[in-house]
Structures are given as structure tokens and as C-alpha cells.
């Protein structure tokens, strides 16, 4: 049997993936393990050459993929990206919610006190964050509803449970998340199909091109935040990307088929540590 063969009989065979921010460093590990897993994975982002990279990658792991420009905060450009999905791959089944980040100007320091943050950087964190898993879910969440199945997977944040310092856009937005995530499974069970699923995964600390400016320093040591984080995360390192990869296969299984509305933490014992 080649190894095309056995991906295609992988756990997600026969099941199209979108998976939003596919671009970047997390969302990028996800797409890449759906396509490992079987699925046809349709990559959407806002960068083109990012969604196309990692659709190479997929590609050449074996799988079935598709990079689309898409611009999350449109519904015009969402729903051009679904026809597209439609018309290549067909019917989608598994949303992975993955487009987020912060921004610099929304982060409160010396130079920036909380009382001066602009307004376009805060609505813009508050947008790409919430309404980037709000429209995502309408879109493509229509599928799922037509056919009576399927997964819908948010990526909140440890800051949805524990808001941290200098954030505070980026902390409500996450925070927002994690009470959509339980609405819309509630919703989706009682108005569509009980084997409609809604779920969130809540990463703590890893490196990505939105936070590396907040905890490494520009040799590559830990900035004060960096290290603090480190030092109240019992674990002691930050999560490497793969390490998100268990948590989203049981989701998106038959083991987790009675599990809907709720959001795990994948932090290190971020969340369980008090500070003392």
C-alpha cells in the first residue's frame, strides 16, 4: 500500500477541513496533521503566498490541499472562499477557527499606558480575534448545518481563563471566544443537529509571530515577561506547536462524540499554578 493510500484511509478520509490563519505557526501545525490524517485541507489566509506554502507542504506529505487568500473580517471574501472550497474539494465538515493575534499598539508598556491605546488598534484585535471566529462560523458553519454533521474547533487562549497583563484587547477577545464557542454549540445541537459539535482549545504560551516581541528579546533571550511566564508554567519551557495536535485529533474523533461546548487548556499547568 503507498503511502497516498493510507493517508487517504486516514481517520479524516472522505472529510474537508477549513482551517483559518492556516498560515501561521499553530494553525500551519493543524492544517498539516488534518492532511496527515486524511482530510482534504483547504488553507485560508490572509498572507497568499503563507496559505499556498503550507499547502505545498500538505501536498507533499502525501495529502489533499488548497491555499485561498481570504480575509477573515469579510464575508464577501469568506463566502468566495467557500465556493471555492465547494467547488475543488466539496461539502466542509471540520472549521478549524485559527486566524487571531494581537497587535503592538494594542499592548500597554511604559510608553504606552492603557489610557492612550488607539482605538484602531484595539478594534482591530477585538475584530481579527472575535469576528474572525464569528464570520468563519456562519459561513462554513452553513455546511455543517445542511448536511447534519460535523466539527467546529475556536482557538481561545489561556487568556480567555486568566486575563494577563499589558493585553487587554487581545485578553476580552479570547475571552469572547471561549462564550461563543459554548453559544454556538448550544445553538447548533438544538436548532440543527445533535451531531454538531463546537469546541475550543486553549493554548498557553508559544512562539508565534504575534508574541514573540512580548517574550524574547531580539538575540533570542527571554524578555522580564518571557521569564516570568516561564517561572509560572510548571512545565518550565514554552509548548512546542506539535503539542497541540492530540487535543485537536480527539476533538475532531468518535471518542470525543458526546463532548461539546467546552474548551481545554493545552498550557503546562499555566492555569493550575497560583504563583506560590
Avoid at 486524511?38 to 499547502?55: F, M, P, Q, T
Avoid at 474572525?132 to 462554513?140: E, H, I, K, L, N
Amino acid at each position: 500500500m503507498s503511502d497516498n493510500s493510507a493517508k487517504a484511509k486516514g481517520p479524516l478520509a472522505g472529510k474537508v477541513a477549513v482551517v483559518t490563519g492556516g498560515g501561521g505557526i499553530l494553525c500551519g501545525e493543524m492544517a498539516r496533521a488534518l492532511g496527515e490524517d486524511g482530510a482534504k485541507v483547504a488553507i485560508l489566509d490572509l498572507r497568499a503566498e503563507a496559505a499556498e506554502a503550507v499547502a505545498e507542504e500538505v501536498k507533499a506529505g502525501g495529502g489533499e490541499a488548497v491555499g485561498i487568500p481570504c480575509d477573515v473580517l469579510s464575508r464577501e471574501s469568506l463566502t468566495e472562499a467557500r465556493a471555492k472550497v465547494r467547488e475543488e474539494m466539496g461539502s466542509v465538515s471540520v472549521l478549524v477557527n485559527g486566524a487571531g493575534g494581537n497587535h503592538k499598539d494594542a499592548t500597554t508598556g511604559p510608553e504606552l499606558p492603557f489610557f492612550d491605546l488607539p482605538e484602531a488598534a484595539a478594534r482591530f484585535v477585538m475584530d481579527l480575534n472575535f469576528i474572525g471566529t464569528f464570520f468563519p462560523s456562519q459561513v462554513f458553519g452553513r455546511d455543517l448545518a445542511d448536511r447534519g454533521a460535523g466539527d467546529i474547533v475556536n482557538i481561545a487562549s489561556m487568556n480567555a481563563l486568566r486575563p494577563l497583563t499589558k493585553i487587554p484587547a487581545y485578553s476580552a477577545a479570547k475571552a469572547a471566544i471561549a462564550n461563543f464557542t459554548q453559544w454556538l454549540a448550544v445553538h447548533m445541537a438544538q436548532n440543527y443537529s445533535k451531531t454538531i459539535r463546537v469546541n475550543a482549545i486553549a493554548p498557553g504560551f508559544f512562539l508565534t509571530d504575534q508574541n514573540r516581541f512580548l517574550l524574547n528579546t531580539e538575540a533570542g533571550d527571554l524578555t522580564p515577561r518571557g521569564k516570568q511566564i516561564i517561572d509560572h508554567t510548571p512545565m518550565g519551557r514554552f509548548g512546542d506547536p506539535a503539542e497541540l495536535l492530540g487535543v485537536l485529533r480527539w476533538l475532531l474523533s468518535p471518542d470525543a462524540a458526546f463532548v461539546t461546548g467546552i474548551m481545554v487548556p493545552i498550557d503546562g499547568g499555566f492555569s493550575a499554578y497560583s504563583g506560590v
